[in-house]
């Protein structure tokens, strides 16, 4: 865990095998990196329940209203920043984290609304005891095995296949 640049330069002196990273490789040439997208999906606002008006009016009833976001080093918290801009909601961010388990303890305190992948909305809910406020269709999650040059170690080929979802039939 740590910053991207620091991360593939640790992957290109072969101190790591894969990166798995929230955006693309771009700082490296083709040549010397190779993203595999592992996972796309959408994203779910949840809210504790003693928030759960703003499942009500979707997404205005975020406009000031307290929620809690990745900090803006991540791709999906530009994303949701530009959604927002687009949208011309202006909530309150109540805080901001790198750790999405942290995130998510925290939301369960009461603290304000959250967005998790919409393929762990259902888990979250539950374990959290949280409420479904929407799904923004625009915002796009995605998580990229970044990997060194264009040959792959079998067993870190073998990891990244073993992340990629099935596919839908």
Do not use: Q
Not at 80 to 105: C, K, S
């Amino acid at each position: 865990e740590g910053p991207l640049p620091s991360l593939l330069a640790d992957l290109e002196a072969r101190d790591l095998d894969v990166v798995l990273s929230d955006a693309p490789a771009a700082e490296l040439p083709p040549a010397r990196a190779t993203n595999t997208l592992l996972l796309e999906c959408g994203v779910t606002f949840l809210a504790p329940k003693g928030l759960a008006r703003l499942a009500r009016d979707f997404p205005r009833s975020l406009d000031g209203a307290p929620v809690l976001l990745p900090t803006p080093r991540a791709a999906i918290r530009r994303a949701l920043d530009a959604w927002f801009a687009a949208e011309g909601i202006r909530p309150v961010v109540v805080g901001e984290m790198d750790d999405g388990a942290l995130l998510a303890a925290v939301a369960a305190r009461g603290r304000g609304a959250f967005v998790v992948p919409s393929v762990v909305a259902d888990e979250a809910r539950r374990d959290l005891g949280a409420v479904v406020v929407g799904a923004p269709s625009s915002v796009r999650e995605r998580l990229f095995g970044i990997t060194a040059g264009r040959r792959r170690d079998p067993a870190v080929a073998a990891v990244l296949a073993g992340l990629r979802p099935p596919p839908v039939r």
